[in-house]
């Protein structure tokens, strides 16, 4: 019997990003030791690298915001120390800091951590060819993926104008977004004004309607609703009250005693400790609603605009605003962050990070044990070629919300809504890691690894092995997943397991070698018939998947019996049970008949010379032939 695949499992994947901690972020504008300075380079001249190493890390932890721009060699030569003493993992950390803060050219730097971690990377499957390979097999699998990225709310939400920064209730009944639909004076310029969309049971959105109590002539945008949606802040710009071109307000709900009904009214900017002299936009609040985060291009930031945030203080007034810091924030923009309602994970859009798929893509962020861990793509479910701004989630974790636009024109953005993906989910953090090499050669393979979540039906976004057979994804702990890696050379294979804690997994498989036929054991017909056995099905399955996922592959089945009986009925026998599992394959596949040859050969090619009754076995078999495009 042919072994197809094995697969051993382990855990505890050695795993961890490496972070210093700036501790003068907020406090100092610059940190200047020139003492400090000249003990590196004492140390370095007598080449003594263990002490440099040290005091570098010393510097480099002292650093204020400027230094990031101005001192950014100190951290590519601590990476460049943590690398000669082989602490590989830091010194990846450190490049990539260098990646997201030096202002000069950067192209070097990235090839160079190209070159460390092409290992490490993930290789997505474009888009479309992925959902070629699902529509291929969407007839045998009851599990695939949406079938597009692309779903707009449509002409109740959205209008021929911009409409953007969607935030959604915590009961997920309405939905707020900033649109310039509005027209205002005699030459009917666009005006950003606040609109919601009310959402019934069943999930339709209702025809979009301003919010009449709080827009003005000047700009309202970027709304964010309390928990118990009695509280909204938003933003408005170019108002004579303004401390600079845009500030963050609030407003209250109350009831209207002469209507009975609920309006929006005691609009307050939140006053010049929160709102500096630039633009201060994009408000989100914390689950916990006593941190503030909002996006600003304040002078004292990394780049062209950071993420800031500001917390209550024990006298109930906000505190002076504080940057997030170095790991989030970059030489770039980051713009419209998002606190999700239930877990500490940030979304943010920003296009300063190395390897982006567009301009502007959206980025998750955990807070563990005090410290931001390094922000994740949230992936190509989501990011695309364009730029995606602003995010909002339901609180169950169900479906996001974004605006985005694919020629990256500002002034045409859309709001869409998709089911939130693995890559954005919340608590996707835990680690499946795994490899696949022949077990014949060791060597790595080629293919496709898929990964179905069980427990709730959707597929992960698909990667390429990388280059060692290797495979990463961050999945979500103590969830039912099924495994599905194919290839060109390999039948798929297939693996179901619930995750506890990082997990590693191992697959060994046998490549199809198209110079010799396949023999597969488990085909075997009941004597003198050609009925397919339900114990058939399994090895059936695996080869009409793998046609399947490789549709310009033909097949040609053999069927074989011994040398008992008639040779003339054995003939006809033969050739029987090639036509049935030829039919099986073409209707359970829906594979094209002109794909599969069936012959049948009867007694005329045994393999043995039939003296025991384990020849008369051997010789009983179908065969089955994979033919590449070019081998016929």
């Not at 060819?129 to 699998?141: A, N, P, Q, W």
């Not at 339709?204 to 009695?230: D, M, R, V």
């Not at 339901?394 to 919300?401: C, V, Y």
């Not at 961050?474 to 890696?485: E, F, K, Q, S, V």
Request: glycine share 6%; net charge negative; proline share 4%.
């Amino acid at each position: 019997m042919q072994k197809l695949h094995d697969s051993t499992i382990n855990h505890r994947i050695p795993s961890g990003d490496y972070q210093l901690f700036f501790k003068n972020i907020n406090t100092l504008d610059e940190y200047v030791n020139e003492g400090l300075k000249a003990e590196i380079k004492r140390a370095e001249t007598k080449e003594d690298f263990k002490k440099a190493l040290a005091l570098i890390e010393e510097y480099v932890s002292n650093f204020g915001i400027k230094n990031f721009y101005k001192d950014t060699y100190y951290i590519w030569h601590l990476g460049q120390l943590y690398e000669r003493f082989g602490n590989m993992s830091k010194a990846k950390a450190l490049y990539k800091l260098v990646l997201k803060h030096h202002r000069g050219d950067t192209k070097k730097v990235l090839l160079y951590y190209d070159s460390l971690t092409f290992l490490e990377k993930d290789y997505w499957v474009p888009l479309e060819h992925y959902y070629e390979l699902v529509d291929f097999r969407k007839d045998i699998d009851t599990l695939y993926p949406p079938h597009s990225v692309l779903l707009n709310m449509g002409p109740e939400v959205n209008s021929k104008d911009a409409d953007y920064g969607p935030s959604i209730s915590a009961d997920k009944k309405l939905l707020l977004f900033t649109s310039r639909r509005n027209k205002t004076g005699i030459e009917k310029k666009s005006n950003e004004d606040l609109f919601y969309t009310e959402c019934d049971e069943a999930g339709y959105f209702y025809p979009a309607k301003a919010f009449s109590t709080i827009n003005t002539e000047y700009n309202e945008g970027s709304p964010c609703l309390s928990k118990n949606g009695e509280r909204l802040y938003f933003v408005r710009c170019n108002a004579p009250d303004g401390n600079g071109n845009c500030d963050i307000y609030a407003a209250d709900k109350i009831i209207n005693e002469l209507t009975n009904e609920a309006e929006w009214s005691n609009v307050k900017n939140l006053g010049s400790r929160i709102n500096g002299r630039a633009w201060d936009s994009q408000p989100s609040l914390s689950h916990t609603e006593d941190t503030l985060f909002f996006a600003s291009d304040r002078l004292g930031g990394f780049g062209m605009s950071d993420i800031w945030f500001t917390y209550k203080q024990k006298d109930g007034q906000w505190a002076i605003p504080e940057n997030l810091g170095p790991i989030i924030n970059t030489r770039g923009s980051e713009v419209s962050p998002y606190y999700h309602p239930k877990y500490d994970v940030l979304y943010y859009s920003s296009n300063g990070h190395p390897l982006s798929f567009g301009d502007f893509d959206i980025f998750k962020v955990r807070r563990m044990r005090g410290k931001w861990e390094e922000p994740r793509n949230i992936g190509p479910l989501v990011n695309g070629k364009g730029s995606e701004y602003y995010f909002t989630i339901d609180a169950m974790s169900k479906d996001l919300f974004y605006a985005r636009s694919e020629q990256d024109d500002i002034l045409n953005l859309d709001l869409y809504s998709f089911p939130l993906p693995m890559e954005a989910q919340p608590t996707s953090y835990t680690k499946l890691a795994g490899t696949l090499a022949d077990s014949t050669t060791n060597q790595a393979l080629k293919g496709i690894v898929s990964i179905i979540d069980l427990d709730h039906g959707i597929e992960v976004a698909p990667k390429f092995l990388r280059p060692d057979g290797s495979f990463e994804f961050d999945l979500i702990n103590n969830n039912r997943y099924l495994i599905i890696i194919k290839g060109d050379d390999f039948f798929s294979l297939e693996e179901e397991l619930i995750i506890k804690n990082d997990t590693l997994i191992r697959f060994v498989t046998k490549i199809i070698d198209i110079k010799k036929p396949l023999v597969l054991d488990r085909i075997e017909f009941e004597n003198g018939r050609a009925e397919i056995l339900e114990g058939m099905n399994k090895s059936l399955n695996l080869v009409m998947k793998f046609l399947i996922d490789n549709p310009t592959f033909k097949l040609t089945i053999s069927g074989h019996t011994d040398s008992d009986g008639n040779h003339s009925d054995n003939m006809a026998l033969s050739q029987k049970r090639a036509d049935a599992i030829k039919q099986y394959l073409i209707n359970k596949g829906k594979l094209e008949s002109k794909r599969i040859e069936a012959s049948g050969f009867g007694d005329t090619k045994p393999l043995r010379i039939e003296i025991k009754q384990e020849d008369k076995r051997i010789n009983r078999r179908v065969e089955f032939e994979v033919k590449k495009p070019n081998d016929y």
